[in-house]
């Protein structure tokens, strides 16, 4: 008698993601604090995510659950209405992009040529 080892492919872990998008009040709240020369030790890590999000064009792809993680700065950063969370992409609006590309301008075109 024979004997066959059946297995069960493994499972690929789906992960799911979710977009953060600036507000308007996001741009606004890390343009106030750009120049301040200490920022206070409890609003560094949601400014840090701001800028980030504001060198990205204004949209960044996370984990779900570091969005769904109550103490996350994800999470605290859309508590208090500096971004949005999305399931699918979406680009800022006009008025924040315009913003973004006055804040850091426009990359040369010779650097994709």
């Given at each position: 008698?024979?004997?066959?080892?059946?297995?069960?492919?493994?499972?690929?872990?789906?992960?799911?993601?979710?977009?953060?998008?600036?507000?308007?009040?996001?741009?606004?709240?890390?343009?106030?604090?750009?120049?301040?020369?200490?920022?206070?030790?409890?609003?560094?890590?949601?400014?840090?995510?701001?800028?980030?999000?504001i060198w990205m064009r204004g949209t960044m792809t996370v984990p779900a659950n570091q969005v769904e993680n109550e103490g996350s700065v994800v999470s605290?950063?859309?508590?208090?209405?500096?971004?949005?969370?999305?399931?699918?992409?979406?680009?800022?609006?006009?008025?924040?992009?315009?913003?973004?590309?006055?804040?850091?301008?426009?990359?040369?075109?010779?650097?994709?040529?």
């Amino acid at each position: 008698m024979i004997r066959i080892r059946v297995r069960m492919p493994k499972m690929r872990r789906v992960e799911r993601k979710r977009y953060v998008v600036i507000t308007l009040m996001g741009i606004e709240f890390a343009e106030k604090w750009y120049a301040v020369i200490q920022i206070p030790p409890r609003l560094t890590r949601i400014y840090q995510l701001l800028l980030g999000l504001i060198w990205m064009r204004g949209t960044m792809t996370v984990p779900a659950n570091q969005v769904e993680n109550e103490g996350s700065v994800v999470s605290q950063a859309s508590s208090r209405g500096y971004v949005k969370i999305y399931d699918r992409p979406i680009r800022p609006s006009e008025a924040i992009q315009k913003k973004i590309r006055e804040m850091i301008g426009e990359a040369p075109r010779w650097i994709y040529a």
